[in-house]
């Protein structure tokens, strides 16, 4: 939320305490000065003030006034301190509340506390994003669980219904029924070895060492060349050295899935898909472009969520298990990088991958 600048609560807490005592001293100041007037001077002599002797000592007059006074002030600050404390502490309470809240699995509250700006609004503030992080977070896993899960059970479907018809027709020839269940079950392998991917991006479970990532691009590219050839596709890459850090498997598997998603989401013939690497300022950048039909913006933007593999797009049977872009940008983000899509005005996607540069 953008707010007006406002007083720190130190500085709303240093004025509160400051004031409050100026007025207790100030009663202070008072008393004593009723107390005293009692002993001011009624005689001049030679130009000099003179308390007569016979008057009371002043200690014996002051000092039940004294106690009293201080008595008052000390039950006035601790009520006055409590009001204007909890007066202060009050947002604390509301974020205190939220947080509880969050505790027992409510994230569709939020706090907005009203008010400029201060440490307190800050805090707010930051504690209502990460509640709208943790929403969308909960969400997406969920909604993923439940796309993983129907993915799962499509070929396991499948396998049961091949089953079912050999086992009530015998005459079936039996290299079908094995071919066919092959092709599923090696779908399936897939999927898993994708999802164990995805999560272990995710969790970042993985070591880090200076790599080239012209170098692993460059491998991706030369193992993706005869797919690319027997598509009627040409290959090009060009680049500089782009020394980074992280995961040389991770990497390799972010360049492959990305020249085999420019490969597959290609025209039918006579299509290109480049790959270029080069350094800017304290990053290294992977770029790869690739012709094909116009995609619209909304489209591009839905390509990276699981299973979203963009209906719009040319579907073939190499087109995978939907997970391709996904797994890119969660090793892209459990590398610190950036991953950005932007569709060709001519037709096709351009793709990238921007990440830390090594420091030197």
Same mark, same amino acid.
């Given at each position: 939320m953008d707010r007006e600048p406002g007083l720190s609560v130190r500085l709303k807490l240093t004025l509160s305490y400051a004031g409050f005592l100026m007025v207790a001293g100030g009663l202070l100041l008072v008393v004593v000065w009723v107390s005293l007037l009692r002993y001011i001077p009624d005689q001049v002599i030679f130009g000099l003030p003179w308390i007569r002797p016979w008057r009371s000592d002043p200690l014996n007059g002051f000092s039940l006034p004294a106690a009293m006074s201080l008595l008052f002030l000390l039950v006035f600050g601790l009520v006055g301190g409590w009001l204007l404390a909890g007066r202060m502490l009050a947002p604390l309470n509301r974020i205190t509340d939220a947080a509880r809240r969050a505790g027992t699995g409510s994230l569709a509250h939020r706090?907005?506390?009203?008010?400029? #700006?201060?440490?307190f609004r800050e805090l707010a503030d930051a504690f209502d994003a990460m509640l709208a992080r943790l929403e969308a977070h909960v969400a997406e896993q969920q909604r993923f669980a439940a796309n993983a899960s129907h993915e799962l059970r499509t070929p396991l479907a499948i396998t049961q219904t091949l089953l079912d018809v050999a086992r009530s027709d015998r005459n079936r020839d039996p290299a079908e029924l094995v071919d066919r269940l092959y092709a599923v079950n090696t779908r399936a392998i897939d999927l898993t070895e994708a999802l164990l991917l995805l999560t272990r991006a995710d969790?970042?479970?993985?070591?880090?060492?200076?790599?080239?990532?012209?170098?692993?691009?460059? $491998?991706? %590219?030369? #193992?993706?060349?005869?797919?690319?050839?027997e598509r009627g596709l040409t290959l090009e890459m060009s680049g500089e050295e782009t020394r980074t850090v +992280?995961?040389?498997?991770?990497?390799?598997?972010? /360049? %492959?899935?990305?020249?085999?998603?420019?490969?597959?989401?290609?025209?039918?013939?006579?299509g290109t898909v480049w790959v270029t690497t080069?350094?800017?300022?304290? #990053? =290294?950048?992977?770029?790869?472009?690739?012709?094909?039909?116009?995609? #619209?913006?909304?489209?591009?933007?839905?390509?990276? $969520?699981?299973?979203r593999r963009g209906s719009e797009r040319i579907r073939t049977d190499h087109a995978g298990v939907g997970l391709g872009l996904a797994i890119v940008k969660s090793i %892209?983000?459990?590398?610190? +990088?950036?991953?950005?899509?932007?569709?060709?005005?001519?037709? +096709?996607? /351009? =793709?990238t991958v921007q990440l830390p540069a090594q420091l030197v």
């Open positions: 706090i907005e506390l009203p008010g400029r #700006s201060d440490e969790q970042r479970s993985f070591a880090r060492e200076p790599v080239d990532l012209s170098l692993i691009a460059e $491998e991706a %590219t030369e #193992s993706l060349l005869p797919f690319a050839e +992280g995961s040389p498997a991770l990497l390799l598997q972010l /360049c %492959t899935n990305l020249v085999h998603n420019a490969i597959v989401h290609n025209l039918p013939g006579g080069n350094v800017a300022r304290e #990053s =290294v950048v992977l770029t790869v472009v690739n012709t094909g039909e116009p995609l #619209s913006p909304a489209l591009v933007a839905t390509l990276v $969520e699981p299973f %892209t983000e459990a590398h610190d +990088g950036t991953l950005t899509l932007i569709p060709r005005a001519a037709g +096709g996607l /351009c =793709v």
